[in-house]
């Protein structure tokens, strides 16, 4: 927020080439803030600003900057201000950034870089994508069993200025096998000539290395901490995952969730910086893929022409039977797949929620069916229509056609989270548009089906 409203009095000052008073101010503000003057500036005005940062600062700054946005800056950079930037870098925001760039552009920035943030981004990298191991910074505090508290303060003293969080410290045997961690608060109130293997610590908490990352953002939600230990299969220490962390991949994996359950592909910019034609096809797919779902529709429709054409009343009633259908699946897909996503619900639940929402939908759907026979009654005892002698059982075929169009919506709703889920897929995938559609097919059989079954040769004849 204070970025945007110093945005114009930085824009005046680089137009001025106000270069010392726009050191002034620059030096003043917070990385994120600088970021995001950066983000609404003009291309050209981007690069007067990290020019006045010091290396390191330009570096903590370009890691605040939203991704696309530093794939274009690293593209209009000389070799040398590429290379101070992207070196400057922790090692686990450096990989996000190699991992959204062209094969090209990431070979140029690997050989730009030192031989120590060589080795840990490759560290990194050799891990898959979406796993701790591929997101974590491997600068840590590391300390010896055997130190005494004054030891490890004067080492602390010693670690690099860049280490992500000082907050907890990582106590590890010869090894390198992590043994437990510390909390920076302790160390300090303890005794100069403790040992550390004598400071009381929490319960070990470590993630392993291949853990996917909604596992770690439960993980942190669990146990509350500030910073989680990365390790191997043998337990050696490899790095860590901080809160800040954290909270970026909770709103990665919310984002993809909420574009997907909206039947929305996800992608990796944000809507503005998103090029139209990525635009239609992140939206295009979806929808074709609906439109062909909803052909079913017309296909079922062709089947009951005849009966269509002997009772126009009935048709009347089609978009308020199936929406309402469409309606109670998107509802209960909603439930299910946020209190999937909460550990909320066990994939091996799915019966006791099927009794449940089956219940529900009945309760729900002769709730709206008699709603449906009110309006059937009413219109026809108003005189807005006439439905001859006809009007109690065509309200009951309305009645009778929502308690099971919304019953089956309700099913078809929260069976479909598990059922993807069985599969490995994400249960987001579940979308709303694609329950309704679903829904809408099975909500027309189902309504005419009870119309011939309460009406018989009465109506459609």
Known sequence: MLGHLLQVEVEELIAQKDWAELRRVLEGLADPDVAEILTDLPADDEGPIFRLLSRDRAGAVFSYLPVEQQAELIASLSSDQMRDIVNAMTPDDRVQLLDDLPAEVTRRILESLNPQALAATRTLLGYPEGTAGHRMTPEYVGLSPDMTVAEALEAIRRTDRRIETLNVLYVVDAAGRLLFDVRLGTLVKALPGTAVRHLEHPQLVAIPARTELPEVVRLFKRYDRSALAVVDEHGHMLGIITADDALDIAQEEETESQLRFGGVAAVDTTYARTPFWLLLRQRGVWLSVLFAGEMLTATAMSYFEHDLASAVMLAMFIPLVISSGGNTGSQAATLIVRALALDELEP???????????????????????????????????????????????????????????????????MLPFVLRSFRLDPATSSAPAVATLVDVAGLVIYFLVAKALLGGTLLS
Do not use: C, N, P, Q
């Open 348 to 414: 091996g639940s799915w019966r006791r929620v099927l009794v449940r929402e089956v219940a529900t939908g009945a309760v729900l759907g002769a709730m709206l069916g008699a709603l449906g026979f009110v309006r059937v009654i009413l219109w026809h005892r108003l005189g807005w229509y006439d439905f001859g002698d006809h009007a109690v059982a065509v309200g009951f075929v309305v009645w009778a056609s929502l308690v099971g169009v919304v019953t089956a919506g309700t099913i078809a709703g929260s």
